[in-house]
T-cell receptor, first 110, second 113 residues
Framework: SQQGEEDPQALSIQEGENATMNCSYKTSINNLQWYRQNSGRGLVHLIL?????REKHSGRLRVTLDTSKKSSSLLITASRAADTASYFC??????????FGKGTTLSVSS | NAGVTQTPKFQVLKTGQSMTLQCAQD?????MYWYRQDPGMGLRLIYYSASEGTTDKGEVPNGYNVSRLNKREFSLRLESAAPSQTSVYFC????????????FGQGTRLTVV
């Protein structure tokens, strides 16, 4: 199992701006997953990108994966106050457990 | 479907007391996990079970035991609670495979005094 490292640790933006957060990992993976956690609640899965994919979209979310650099980024476009949450990445290799990093805390102010 | 259900939601224990946190899922998932979350520490894996009848240690297993009672249920036991075990505990489950997401319970807030 391996842990992803999210960067930055905290991000503050205005409503309508884009938010970008990054994830780095160390060994080969089958896929990389992004999750969101609203204050005090369980994590909710946002998007999964497989190792043979470079970019994936879901609504206002765009995820990229660069396996040569062992990194991924999550872009949230046109952020809203409701996007305020912590975001976690989980690099996954088949046969291992799902491990999470410390996350990026996003604050979107109106 | 209820998804992943954790009980209790809140608990206060005295140092040295024991308790069991319960987790049940109704999605026929074979993998189940227990995490703890402390301020500024993200989620740390305590134990996981890749399938019924198997359990493995995670990053922070000391002071905990687990039981995979059947495919649906995965319990976490604190035999002698310590203040350092004050945390929010999350259970999760997923269908083992390369491209499957995890589903989380709502958490158990445990305070050890």
């Amino acid at each position: 199992s391996q842990q992803g490292e999210e960067d930055p640790q905290a991000l503050s933006i205005q409503e309508g701006e884009n938010a970008t957060m990054n994830c780095s990992y160390k060994t080969s993976i089958n896929n990389l997953q992004w999750y969101r956690q609203n204050s005090g609640r369980g994590l909710v899965h946002l998007i999964l990108i497989r190792s043979n994919e470079r970019e994936k979209h879901s609504g206002r979310l765009r995820v990229t994966l660069d396996t040569s650099k062992k990194s991924s980024s999550l872009l949230i476009t046109a952020s809203r106050a409701a996007d305020t949450a912590s975001y976690f990445c989980a690099p996954y290799q088949a046969g291992t457990a799902l491990i999470f990093g410390k996350g990026t805390t996003l604050s979107v102010s109106s | 479907n209820a998804g992943v259900t954790q009980t209790p939601k809140f608990q206060v224990l005295k140092t040295g007391q024991s308790m069991t946190l319960q987790c049940a899922q109704d999605m026929n998932h074979n993998s189940m996990y227990w995490y703890r979350q402390d301020p500024g520490m993200g989620l740390r894996l305590i134990y996981y079970s890749a399938s019924e009848g198997t359990t493995d240690k995670g990053e922070v297993p000391n002071g905990y035991n687990v039981s995979r009672l059947n495919k649906r249920e995965f319990s976490l036991r604190l035999e002698s609670a310590a203040p350092s075990q004050t945390s929010v505990y999350f259970c999760a489950s997923r269908l083992t495979g390369r491209g499957t997401e995890a589903f989380f319970g709502q958490g158990t807030r445990l305070t050890v005094v």
